[in-house]
């Protein structure tokens, strides 16, 4: 039942609305005390645990959710919940500890059954509960935690579970604007918006969005760490064999490479610019290889680890952020931007609203393929001492310690003031 020790994996769902899901979540709730069951007889929060729920996993690129849980882990117990994947064997839970203080579990359902979210929870929970009560590494440690939702695919069935003394939604992106988002998403997170006791969004835009349906909404943008990247500005940083003999200059990018990076502007830039090197640095999602540019001068060279990342902007010219503007970036608000800074390096990107909003004029902004063009041009010739010297400010009073911080300073105080379940909710925004 239990293994301790995969890429990510998909959840496919028929849609389901507002009502079905208040049912459902309502009729499993009737199978074991609610939240607010709980809440009355909670002692005060002490040694607060995080049980989290994340559709993004803890070993692919290393983003919000990581930078959060491996700070918050040194004061907390952390269980980090993925997506199943499946095998040939009866259900069981994969447990590691893949950062010290942070418990993974990784379900494995059963292959071969083509079944939706909710049953793909009725599974996992009854794992789950007697793994917290049975197993060496969670017994005793989750007593009352305080839940923290990535995706609300699993809201229904999760939210309250585990005696759980407060619920938090962390909103990083609009997942309902992705490629291949269960067409159920928006009424699943409206459903958690109705459950939760504080928000977070990862961005202005969401910020503002988010704010019409719940009360108490915080924005808290991207963090960095200044140290970790500032080892771009370092002599003694050797650049990586991979890219160290390109030709010159080099027009970088890091991160997940997928429907959000706007491929014609990349086909433009490598046309306008022959004899630069385009590197791009990430996994692909979503995206078949095939489906890339393919021109002779842009390197594709997947994905590498976060402590290789420095090396690699250090040998980036320019640090590119070329996102397409569709659906899936209206909400962005790009962790690279500050990470970018803290390396020194110049930046230019598209219009994203939330890079206008945020980080001009140090970033660079191009609202067509020619003017990207011509910025990246102009920021290799005639770098910004200027505005880098401003970036580098700037990353350096946007550290994700603080943040976290701040994060914390805010659950904590929820949990101390026994919020009730979506007490602070617009109920007039749901039917």
């Known amino acids: 039942m239990f293994k301790d020790s995969g890429p990510p994996g998909n959840l496919i769902d028929p849609a389901r609305t507002l009502d079905q899901l208040q049912n459902f979540a309502a009729n499993r709730a009737g199978k074991k005390s609610t939240t607010e069951d709980h809440a009355k007889r909670l002692p005060s929060f002490g040694r607060t645990s995080f049980i989290v729920h994340c559709h ?27 997506e199943p994947l499946y095998h040939e064997a ?12 942070v418990i993974r579990v990784v379900p494995l359902l059963t292959a071969g059954g083509n079944i939706d ?21 969670l017994a005793e440690r989750f007593e009352a935690p305080v839940q923290w939702f990535y995706s609300p695919m699993t809201a229904p069935s999760f939210a309250g579970r585990f005696a759980a003394r407060s619920i938090v939604y962390d909103c990083m992106d609009e997942l309902a604007n992705f490629r291949f988002a269960p067409p159920d998403i928006a009424d699943r997170e409206r459903f958690l918006l109705s459950k939760a006791d504080v928000v977070f969004t990862g961005g202005f835009k969401l910020f503002q969005s988010k704010s019409r349906y719940h009360g108490n909404v915080h924005f808290f943008g991207c963090g960095v760490d200044t140290k970790h990247y500032g080892k771009a500005r370092l002599p003694e940083t050797a650049l990586p064999e ?16 997928d429907e959000r990076i706007d491929y014609e502007l990349l086909a433009a830039l490598a046309c306008g610019l022959p004899d630069a090197s385009i590197v791009m640095v990430g996994p692909l999602a979503k995206v078949e290889r095939q489906m890339l540019p393919d021109s002779p001068n842009i390197h594709w060279i997947g994905q590498r680890s976060y402590d290789e990342l420095p090396a690699l902007v250090k040998a980036f010219d320019v640090c590119l952020m070329p996102f397409a503007l569709n659906e899936s970036t209206q909400f962005i ?12 390096k110049p930046i230019v990107s598209t219009a994203v609203p939330d890079v206008v909003h945020n980080f001009t004029p140090i970033v ?22 200027d505005l880098i010297a401003q970036g580098i400010e700037r990353a350096n009073a946007a550290s994700w310690d603080a943040t976290v911080g701040a994060m914390r300073d805010r659950v904590l ?3 101390g003031n026994a919020v009730e379940p979506g007490s602070a909710v617009c109920n007039s925004a749901f039917p």
């Open 56 to 82: 993004l996993r803890w070993d692919f690129v290393w983003q919000r959710p990581q930078q959060i849980f491996s700070r918050l882990a040194a004061d907390h117990d952390v269980l980090f919940i993925e």
């Open 90 to 101: 009866a259900p069981l839970l994969q447990i590691t500890e893949p950062y010290s203080g």
């Open 117 to 137: 979210v909710d049953e793909q929870c009725q599974f996992i929970l009854p794992l789950l509960e007697q793994a917290l009560v049975d197993h060496p590494r």
């Open 242 to 257: 991979d890219v160290a003999h390109l030709a010159k200059p080099i027009f970088g990018y890091f991160g997940v490479i």
């Open 333 to 344: 608000n790009p962790t690279k931007t500050l990470e970018y800074m803290a390396a020194g």
């Open 364 to 385: 660079s902004i191009a609202r067509s393929p020619d003017e990207f063009v011509v910025a990246v041009k102009r920021a290799y010739q005639r770098p910004p001492a």
């Open 413 to 415: 105080k929820t949990v």
